[in-house]
């Protein structure tokens, strides 16, 4: 299970070359867990998302 701005979403971890805990980052392709991220290349990656949906009028708090 993810989370991502409070929408939840199960994926699966069959792809992912290493064992992933909780609070752990991940990157997601296609429902699929492809790849585990450091906790600040993850809130990096957020910090940009964010920046994109405000560039385009959205929330990110609502997305």
């Known amino acids: 299970m993810v989370e991502v701005y409070g929408a939840r979403r199960q994926v699966n971890l069959?792809?992912?070359p290493e064992?992933?805990?909780i609070g752990d980052y991940v990157?997601?392709?296609a429902?699929?867990?492809i790849q585990k991220i450091d906790v600040e290349a993850g809130?990096?990656?957020l910090k940009l998302f964010d920046e994109v949906l405000r560039k385009m009028g959205v929330d990110s708090d609502n997305a």
Do not use: I, N, Q, T
Request: aromatic content about 6%.
């Open 14 to 16: 069959m792809l992912l």
């Open 19 to 21: 064992e992933a805990d």
């Open 27 to 29: 990157l997601v392709h």
């Open 31 to 33: 429902g699929f867990a």
């Open 43 to 45: 809130k990096e990656s």
